[in-house]
């Protein structure tokens, strides 16, 4: 057999010059990305930035038109054992019939492969996934019984059985309450500390700094990439946002790391 | 053996069952997925598949028949993506005008070239399940209606299916972008599982007609959605409430002296409404009585 040519493997996520088009429109152009192992990454931008595209197309949901991406130098489709993916929660039905513990399973699926039922063995490790997220006196609950906080522990369980190298995050923090956004960002720090590199789509500026290591800038070209102290400036911020970016601290030029962006809902 | 094969009775409930069987075990998987009305379009498209076989090979029935029929019902909704991939025209709207189009044009080749067959426009839609015993084949030495046979075979196969990817169809349903990202294929298990519901249709074609054959696709399964949060027992509530709805249906008409695939078909709606008003959890009286206890208390 020929011994397979990695392509960066020393990067958790390398992207080339990809372009994503629907319907002729690009979502995307042109962008480069590059993610170290072992960080814990945000992705953010406007609304319309391309953000969860990147994700889906990483994630070979979604085609792209031209660019080549690899993690941790394999290209996508030899990498689906590598990745664990936690989508939007309103990108399924709540109301499905099945319980907790059973959702959790599922990120099982991939290694269990074809035909094969899930057993004891799937079971024993969804409740213990369960049990790190706080929920495992939910197990046999059925899902739609879940409040929004609950159903992101149980789609965190769910990854964290994948035993992937590399997460990507759908707006994790979307809906959610205090107790639950703490819970899922410590969850999400201590999977980085066992090595692992996450990537998160983040809509919240003003948590930034305090939740993640990494940032990628996004508007449809990548704006700035690279460590928080490096890239989250005010002035990377503006070419992202562009007037759409409110400083809360008057007195700052928005250069310095204390400036406090917010993204004012329009 | 041959005399229970004999008795019109057992053959036209047997028929039934199996139908129902057939039907509830794809049913569940397309009510979860929010297609079921694809089961529609499908079951009305087919009729051109049908047609178009009949014409070039003369086969009424038999694993021509049936290959045919599948492919157009895959051809149903793969045009019916087609066309709503171009985001002109809303999926609703393009299974509208997917499905007319092909019905009408098996409707009228039925017209212009199949006048004086078997298969015309009534039995297509209707079927009759009261005649199926009187048309047999010889299998194993017995005498056997060919509806049991082809709806045994359909109803095997959709088990086989449904046990063999149950994972792969549970996951492609509650969660398909997660099905992709693993690469269980649910576009694959989506077309299998129209392609099989083509087949059944076509197979439960004589016995009930394309459009009742629906109700026991849908109604069932939509019927258990309501009494349970299982997918297993869902799958398994359908099946029963399908089969009681066929041996329900039988002496009613009989004593009402009506259609028999329309009665049983009617019982699918009685068991829908029962459970609507009745079920623990879901039913109207249940929510009633729990916001009164509430209330009260």
């Known amino acids: 057999m020929k011994r397979e040519k990695r392509h960066e493997p020393d990067l958790a996520l390398h992207i080339e010059d990809l372009t994503v088009a629907y319907e002729g429109k690009p979502v995307l152009w042109d962008i480069d990305v590059n993610i170290p192992p072992g960080v814990m990454a945000a992705v953010i931008g406007p609304n319309g930035a391309g953000k969860s595209t990147l994700i889906k197309t990483v994630l070979g949901l979604v085609k792209p038109t031209a660019g080549h991406i690899c993690i941790h130098g394999y290209p996508p489709r030899q990498a689906l054992k590598r990745v664990a993916y936690v989508p939007q929660r309103s990108s399924v039905d709540w109301d499905f019939p099945t319980t907790v513990v059973d959702v959790v399973m599922m990120g099982r699926y991939g290694h269990l492969g074809w035909f094969r039922w899930p057993g004891r063995r799937e079971r024993r490790r969804a409740m213990d996934a369960l049990s790190a997220v706080g929920m495992e006196a939910f197990a046999k609950r059925q899902i739609n019984q879940l409040s929004g906080g609950q159903q992101q522990r149980v789609f965190l369980a769910r990854a964290m059985v994948q035993d992937a190298d590399v997460l990507f995050l759908d707006e994790p923090m979307a809906g959610v309450d205090a107790t639950t956004e703490k819970a899922v960002v410590a969850l999400l720090q201590e999977l980085r500390d066992q090595g692992k590199t996450i990537i998160v789509v983040h809509h919240d500026l003003q948590t930034v700094r305090d939740y993640f290591d990494w940032l990628v800038i996004l508007n449809v070209r990548v704006v700035a990439q690279g460590p928080i102290p490096e890239v989250y400036t005010g002035e990377n911020l503006r070419k992202a946002y562009g007037g759409r970016i409110a400083l809360l601290d008057p007195d700052s030029s928005g250069e310095t790391p204390d400036a406090v962006p917010r993204e004012v809902v329009n | ?297």
């Not at chain 2, 298990?189 to 083509?198: D, P, R, V």
């Open chain 2, 1 to 297: 053996m041959q005399a229970f094969l004999n008795d019109p009775m057992a053959m036209i409930l047997l028929t039934g069952a199996l139908v129902a069987t057939s039907g509830a075990l794809l049913g569940t998987f397309l009510v979860l997925q929010r297609q079921s009305m694809l089961s529609d379009a499908i079951s009305h498209s087919i009729v051109f598949g049908i047609v178009v076989v009949w014409l070039l090979t003369h086969a009424q029935s038999g694993p021509l028949q049936i290959a045919g029929a599948a492919l157009t019902g895959v051809l149903t909704v793969f045009l019916t993506e087609m066309v709503a991939r171009t985001r002109r025209v809303k999926r609703d709207a393009a299974i509208g005008l997917v499905f007319p189009a092909l019905f009408a044009a098996g409707v009228l080749l039925l017209n212009l070239y199949a006048r004086d067959i078997h298969i015309d426009s009534h039995t297509v839609l209707l079927g009759e399940i009261g005649f199926v015993w009187l048309d047999t084949m010889p299998l194993a030495g017995l005498e056997i209606p060919q509806a049991v046979v082809w709806m045994t075979v359909a109803t095997l196969v959709n088990l086989g299916f449904v046990l063999a990817c149950y994972k792969e169809l549970k996951l492609a349903s509650f969660d398909w972008q997660l099905a992709a990202a693993l690469g269980l294929a649910p576009t694959l298990m989506f077309y299998l599982l129209l392609g099989l519901t083509s087949v059944t249709a076509v197979a439960a074609f004589d016995a009930v007609g394309a459009v009742l054959f629906i109700a026991f696709v849908i109604v069932p399964p939509a019927t258990a959605y309501l009494l349970t949060d299982r997918l297993s027992l869902m799958l398994l509530l359908a099946v029963l409430v399908g089969v009681a709805s066929t041996l329900c249906g039988y002496p009613l008409a009989v004593r009402l002296d009506v259609s028999i695939g329309g009665t049983m078909a009617s019982m699918t709606g009685v068991f829908l409404v029962l459970a609507f008003v009745l079920s623990p959890r879901y039913g109207v009286l249940g929510h009633w009585l729990n916001r009164r206890v509430k209330y009260s208390g």
